[in-house]
């Protein structure tokens, strides 16, 4: 059984009031700028619930981890650095002596 905690249900009624809205724009309320701006009200609805819906969800945090593993495995060049002598370096390309 699948269960659909407050969060979805508040996510879910803002989405389907913010369709609603729209498809009530283009088909009840008479064409013109009142329509137009509650139809972009209402597009502009949609898109704000869609803002930060996965932020710290289980798939960001498993791609997180992934990550910072992967970063850990990475070392840092040793020695110095630049590995070359500066004298080398002519116009911003590396000469050969």
């Known amino acids: 059984m699948v269960v659909v905690t407050g969060r979805q249900k508040a996510y879910l009624a803002v989405r389907g009031s913010a369709a609603g809205v729209f498809v009530l724009s283009a088909t009840v309320v008479p064409p ?9 009200g209402a597009g502009i609805v949609g898109v704000l619930t869609c803002i930060g819906v996965n932020a710290g969800g289980p798939g960001e945090r498993a791609g ?4 910072q ?3 850990r495995t990475v070392r840092p060049p040793q020695g110095d650095w630049p590995p070359y002598d500066p004298d080398r370096v002519v116009e911003g390309e590396l000469a050969d002596p």
Do not use: S
């Open 69 to 71: 593993q992967q970063r």
């Open 32 to 40: 013109g700028v009142g329509a137009g701006l509650l139809a972009m």
């Open 64 to 67: 997180a981890r992934l990550e």
